[in-house]
Protein backbone atom coordinates (compact mmCIF):
# COMPACT_ATOMS: atom_id res chain seq x y z
CA UNK A 1 0.00 0.00 0.00
CA UNK A 2 2.42 2.28 0.43
CA UNK A 3 3.58 2.77 -3.38
CA UNK A 4 0.47 3.88 -4.64
CA UNK A 5 0.97 7.72 -2.76
CA UNK A 6 4.12 7.51 -5.29
CA UNK A 7 2.82 5.75 -8.26
CA UNK A 8 0.21 8.25 -7.90
CA UNK A 9 2.32 11.30 -8.08
CA UNK A 10 4.67 10.06 -10.56
CA UNK A 11 1.30 9.15 -12.57
CA UNK A 12 0.07 12.74 -12.19
CA UNK A 13 3.00 14.33 -13.27
CA UNK A 14 3.96 11.95 -15.89
CA UNK A 15 0.28 12.99 -17.27
CA UNK A 16 1.12 16.44 -16.86
CA UNK A 17 4.15 16.29 -19.05
CA UNK A 18 2.01 13.76 -22.29
CA UNK A 19 -0.87 15.04 -22.27
CA UNK A 20 -0.99 18.17 -24.71
CA UNK A 21 1.77 15.55 -26.79
CA UNK A 22 -0.77 12.90 -26.80
CA UNK A 23 -3.95 15.25 -27.73
CA UNK A 24 -1.88 16.64 -30.03
CA UNK A 25 -0.99 12.92 -31.85
CA UNK A 26 -4.81 12.41 -31.33
CA UNK A 27 -5.78 14.95 -33.27
CA UNK A 28 -3.52 15.09 -36.04
CA UNK A 29 -4.21 11.26 -36.29
CA UNK A 30 -7.61 11.86 -36.61
CA UNK A 31 -7.10 14.60 -39.39
CA UNK A 32 -4.94 12.76 -41.19
CA UNK A 33 -7.50 9.98 -41.67
CA UNK A 34 -10.61 12.27 -42.73
CA UNK A 35 -9.17 15.21 -44.45
CA UNK A 36 -8.74 13.77 -48.50
CA UNK A 37 -5.52 13.88 -49.01
CA UNK A 38 -4.68 13.82 -52.56
CA UNK A 39 -8.49 15.85 -53.40
CA UNK A 40 -7.74 19.02 -51.02
CA UNK A 41 -4.23 18.74 -49.69
CA UNK A 42 -2.32 17.44 -52.76
CA UNK A 43 -4.69 20.01 -54.60
CA UNK A 44 -6.05 17.37 -56.30
CA UNK A 45 -9.59 18.65 -57.12
CA UNK A 46 -8.25 21.58 -59.04
CA UNK A 47 -5.08 21.14 -60.41
CA UNK A 48 -3.55 19.23 -63.26
CA UNK A 49 0.46 18.50 -62.92
CA UNK A 50 2.01 19.93 -65.68
CA UNK A 51 3.80 16.40 -68.39
CA UNK A 52 6.76 17.69 -70.65
CA UNK A 53 7.90 14.57 -72.78
CA UNK A 54 11.43 15.04 -74.20
CA UNK A 55 11.70 17.49 -77.03
CA UNK A 56 11.74 16.05 -81.02
CA UNK A 57 15.08 18.46 -80.94
CA UNK A 58 17.38 16.85 -77.83
CA UNK A 59 20.24 16.26 -79.92
CA UNK A 60 20.61 19.83 -81.29
CA UNK A 61 19.95 20.99 -77.42
CA UNK A 62 22.30 18.43 -76.21
CA UNK A 63 25.21 19.92 -78.36
CA UNK A 64 24.66 23.27 -77.11
CA UNK A 65 24.59 22.52 -73.53
CA UNK A 66 26.92 24.58 -71.12
CA UNK A 67 30.80 23.47 -70.59
CA UNK A 68 31.99 25.74 -68.14
CA UNK A 69 29.68 24.35 -65.12
CA UNK A 70 31.19 20.96 -63.70
CA UNK A 71 29.84 17.43 -64.59
CA UNK A 72 26.32 16.92 -65.91
CA UNK A 73 24.79 15.31 -62.91
CA UNK A 74 20.83 15.01 -64.50
CA UNK A 75 19.00 16.22 -67.36
CA UNK A 76 15.03 16.87 -67.08
CA UNK A 77 12.45 17.83 -69.65
CA UNK A 78 10.40 20.30 -67.66
CA UNK A 79 7.32 22.89 -68.98
CA UNK A 80 7.98 26.18 -67.77
CA UNK A 81 5.87 29.66 -68.61
CA UNK A 82 8.30 30.39 -71.47
CA UNK A 83 7.69 27.15 -73.44
CA UNK A 84 9.49 23.35 -72.76
CA UNK A 85 12.91 23.86 -71.60
CA UNK A 86 15.64 21.56 -70.16
CA UNK A 87 16.75 21.20 -66.59
CA UNK A 88 20.23 20.65 -66.19
CA UNK A 89 21.73 19.90 -63.05
CA UNK A 90 25.36 20.31 -63.05
CA UNK A 91 28.12 19.72 -60.03
CA UNK A 92 27.94 23.45 -59.98
CA UNK A 93 24.28 24.30 -59.86
CA UNK A 94 21.20 24.40 -62.43
CA UNK A 95 20.84 25.44 -65.65
CA UNK A 96 17.84 26.23 -68.00
CA UNK A 97 17.97 26.04 -71.64
CA UNK A 98 15.01 26.21 -74.29
CA UNK A 99 14.08 22.83 -75.66
CA UNK A 100 15.40 23.59 -78.89
CA UNK A 101 18.82 24.41 -77.36
CA UNK A 102 18.69 28.62 -77.02
CA UNK A 103 18.63 30.84 -73.99
CA UNK A 104 15.54 30.43 -71.53
CA UNK A 105 14.29 33.90 -71.08
CA UNK A 106 13.49 35.55 -67.47
CA UNK A 107 9.63 34.85 -67.23
CA UNK A 108 7.31 38.07 -67.10
CA UNK A 109 4.05 38.02 -64.60
CA UNK A 110 2.19 37.95 -67.59
CA UNK A 111 3.35 34.59 -68.52
CA UNK A 112 3.25 33.12 -65.07
CA UNK A 113 -0.81 33.83 -65.00
CA UNK A 114 -1.59 32.69 -67.80
CA UNK A 115 0.86 29.33 -66.92
CA UNK A 116 -0.66 28.88 -63.69
CA UNK A 117 -4.24 29.34 -65.39
CA UNK A 118 -3.63 26.58 -67.87
CA UNK A 119 -3.12 24.16 -64.60
CA UNK A 120 -5.78 24.92 -62.83
CA UNK A 121 -8.55 23.30 -63.01
CA UNK A 122 -11.21 24.96 -60.68
CA UNK A 123 -13.55 27.73 -61.35
CA UNK A 124 -12.11 30.05 -59.11
CA UNK A 125 -11.20 34.01 -60.40
CA UNK A 126 -6.70 34.23 -59.99
CA UNK A 127 -6.27 37.18 -57.41
CA UNK A 128 -2.79 37.43 -57.45
CA UNK A 129 0.85 37.21 -59.12
CA UNK A 130 3.52 37.95 -56.90
CA UNK A 131 7.01 37.82 -56.61
CA UNK A 132 8.15 37.15 -53.02
CA UNK A 133 12.24 37.03 -51.88
CA UNK A 134 11.18 34.70 -48.92
CA UNK A 135 7.81 32.60 -48.20
CA UNK A 136 6.50 33.64 -44.87
CA UNK A 137 5.84 30.82 -42.34
CA UNK A 138 2.47 29.96 -41.63
CA UNK A 139 0.56 29.26 -38.05
CA UNK A 140 4.48 29.87 -36.95
CA UNK A 141 5.83 26.47 -37.81
CA UNK A 142 5.22 25.39 -42.03
CA UNK A 143 7.43 26.84 -44.63
CA UNK A 144 5.42 26.32 -47.70
CA UNK A 145 7.76 26.10 -49.75
CA UNK A 146 11.05 25.00 -47.40
CA UNK A 147 14.19 27.20 -47.72
CA UNK A 148 13.10 28.29 -51.67
CA UNK A 149 13.36 32.03 -52.32
CA UNK A 150 12.82 34.35 -54.87
CA UNK A 151 9.65 32.47 -56.18
CA UNK A 152 6.39 33.36 -58.07
CA UNK A 153 3.39 33.01 -56.00
CA UNK A 154 0.17 33.00 -57.96
CA UNK A 155 -3.44 32.60 -55.45
CA UNK A 156 -6.40 31.53 -56.44
CA UNK A 157 -9.64 32.74 -54.67
CA UNK A 158 -11.24 29.35 -53.83
CA UNK A 159 -12.47 28.06 -50.85
CA UNK A 160 -8.61 26.19 -49.59
CA UNK A 161 -7.19 29.79 -51.18
CA UNK A 162 -4.70 27.53 -53.62
CA UNK A 163 -1.47 28.97 -53.90
CA UNK A 164 0.60 27.72 -56.98
CA UNK A 165 4.50 28.30 -56.68
CA UNK A 166 7.06 29.00 -59.91
CA UNK A 167 10.59 29.42 -60.16
CA UNK A 168 11.65 32.85 -60.82
CA UNK A 169 14.81 31.87 -63.73
CA UNK A 170 12.48 29.57 -65.72
CA UNK A 171 8.53 29.41 -64.47
CA UNK A 172 9.25 25.79 -63.92
CA UNK A 173 5.70 24.95 -61.95
CA UNK A 174 7.08 24.14 -58.01
CA UNK A 175 3.91 23.18 -56.17
CA UNK A 176 0.55 23.56 -54.87
CA UNK A 177 -0.14 24.36 -51.43
CA UNK A 178 -3.54 25.30 -49.66
CA UNK A 179 -4.53 25.91 -46.29
CA UNK A 180 -5.54 22.22 -46.20
CA UNK A 181 -1.67 21.38 -46.84
CA UNK A 182 -0.84 24.17 -44.37
CA UNK A 183 -2.62 22.61 -41.50
CA UNK A 184 -1.77 18.94 -42.50
CA UNK A 185 1.94 20.52 -42.43
CA UNK A 186 1.19 21.86 -38.69
CA UNK A 187 -0.05 18.85 -37.16
CA UNK A 188 2.38 16.60 -38.92
CA UNK A 189 5.40 18.88 -37.46
CA UNK A 190 3.65 18.24 -33.98
CA UNK A 191 2.79 14.55 -34.65
CA UNK A 192 6.19 13.69 -35.17
CA UNK A 193 7.64 16.20 -32.56
CA UNK A 194 10.07 17.94 -35.32
CA UNK A 195 9.34 21.48 -35.11
CA UNK A 196 12.28 22.72 -38.12
CA UNK A 197 12.08 20.53 -40.96
CA UNK A 198 9.10 18.40 -40.40
CA UNK A 199 10.67 15.35 -41.85
CA UNK A 200 12.65 13.72 -39.02
CA UNK A 201 10.29 11.00 -37.50
CA UNK A 202 13.20 9.43 -35.03
CA UNK A 203 13.96 12.82 -33.60
CA UNK A 204 15.08 13.02 -29.43
CA UNK A 205 11.75 14.31 -28.81
CA UNK A 206 9.72 12.26 -29.93
CA UNK A 207 11.33 9.13 -28.48
CA UNK A 208 11.89 10.85 -25.27
CA UNK A 209 7.46 11.51 -25.54
CA UNK A 210 7.31 7.80 -26.12
CA UNK A 211 9.25 6.63 -22.94
CA UNK A 212 7.11 8.97 -21.27
CA UNK A 213 3.96 8.22 -22.50
CA UNK A 214 4.62 4.26 -21.89
CA UNK A 215 5.77 5.18 -18.44
CA UNK A 216 2.33 7.04 -17.65
CA UNK A 217 0.85 3.87 -19.15
CA UNK A 218 2.35 1.26 -17.00
CA UNK A 219 2.53 2.96 -13.46
CA UNK A 220 -1.33 3.64 -14.69
CA UNK A 221 -1.75 -0.10 -15.23
CA UNK A 222 0.23 -0.71 -11.58
CA UNK A 223 -2.02 1.76 -9.77
CA UNK A 224 -4.99 -0.43 -11.44
CA UNK A 225 -3.75 -3.90 -9.94
CA UNK A 226 -3.19 -2.25 -6.96
CA UNK A 227 -6.39 -0.82 -6.28
CA UNK A 228 -7.81 -3.99 -7.82
CA UNK A 229 -5.70 -5.90 -4.97
CA UNK A 230 -7.10 -3.23 -2.63
CA UNK A 231 -10.27 -4.04 -2.79
CA UNK A 232 -10.65 -8.09 -3.13
CA UNK A 233 -8.84 -7.61 0.06
CA UNK A 234 -11.46 -5.26 1.55
CA UNK A 235 -14.44 -7.63 0.25
CA UNK A 236 -12.12 -10.78 1.62
CA UNK A 237 -11.88 -9.21 5.25
CA UNK A 238 -15.80 -8.11 5.31
CA UNK A 239 -16.65 -11.30 4.13
CA UNK A 240 -14.52 -12.71 7.16
CA UNK A 241 -16.38 -10.54 9.25
CA UNK A 242 -19.49 -11.70 8.44
CA UNK A 243 -18.77 -15.35 9.11
CA UNK A 244 -17.28 -14.71 12.23
CA UNK A 245 -19.63 -11.98 14.26
CA UNK A 246 -18.15 -10.94 17.70
Do not use: C
Not at 77 to 104: D, M, Q
Not at 195 to 218: C, H, I, Q
Amino acid sequence: MRWSPTLFRWHRWLGYLVALQVLAWMVGGLIFSWVPFQAWVKSGDVFRKPIQPLPTSLVAAVNSLPTDQGELLALQSVATAAGPALKLRYAKGEVFISANGGSLPTPQSAQIAAYAKSLYTGDAPLVSVTLLDVVPNRLGLVREMGEKQNLWQVLFDDALKTRFYFDNRSGEFLAARNEAWVLYDFLWRLHVMDYRGGEDFNNFLLRAASVVALLLTLTGLTLSALAIRRNVRKRSAASQSFRDPV
